[in-house]
């Protein structure tokens, strides 16, 4: 199947969906993320007989790296490929945008593939959640 790269509309055209990614370097560098670090891109997407595949880059160094994802809105059984800075990268640390978030998303089906380079899941993500809400996926090297 042909992958392309689009950035993906609402279908309202009230709001943008965009990832947003935020650096991460090596483990020495501080946790504080500022604005010149964070990026919006597009996401590849791929149709499968499942539904849309979104494709993401994860964004660090090989030793750790950081994702964000958007759940504002909603999403209902959205299959996501993380490329991954690395191969030895463990289950990735979830955090949501605000505290309240927790527990009105899921992420299900997560696997590592093509020798631990992608980090494949599927995320559901309550309707309620604001438009700018989103999780942070954090990998890191495994110890």
């Not at 994802?69 to 809105?73: K, R």
């Not at 993380?82 to 800075?85: D, E, F, I, M, Y």
């Not at 191969?87 to 463990?90: C, M, S």
């Given at each position: 199947?042909?992958?392309r790269r689009l950035?993906?509309f609402?279908a309202?055209?009230?709001?943008?969906?965009?990832?947003?990614?935020?650096?991460?370097?090596?483990?020495?560098d501080?946790?504080a993320s500022?604005?010149?670090?964070?990026?919006?891109?597009?996401?590849?997407?791929?149709?499968t007989?499942a539904g849309?595949v979104?494709k993401?880059?994860?964004m660090?160094?090989?030793?750790?790296c950081?994702?964000k994802?958007?759940?504002?809105?909603g999403a209902?059984?959205q299959?996501?490929e993380?490329?991954?800075?690395g191969?030895?990268?463990?289950e990735?640390?979830v955090?949501?945008s605000e505290?309240?978030e927790?527990?009105a998303y899921?992420?299900?089906?997560a696997?590592f593939t093509t020798g631990?380079s992608?980090?494949?899941?599927?995320l559901?993500?309550v309707?309620?959640?604001?438009?700018?809400a989103?999780?942070t996926?954090d990998?890191a090297t495994?110890?």
């Open positions: 199947m042909t992958a950035l993906v609402a309202t055209g009230v709001a943008a969906t965009a990832l947003v990614f935020a650096g991460c370097g090596s483990s020495a501080t946790a500022t604005a010149a670090d964070t990026a919006a891109v597009t996401a590849d997407t791929t149709a007989t849309t979104k993401v880059d994860c660090g160094a090989e030793e750790a950081s994702v994802i958007p759940i504002g809105g209902s059984n299959a996501y993380v490329a991954l800075t191969t030895n990268l463990g990735p640390t955090t949501p505290a309240d927790e527990g899921e992420i299900s089906d696997t631990g992608v980090y494949s899941f599927t559901n993500a309707e309620s959640l604001p438009e700018s989103y999780i996926l990998f495994k110890k």
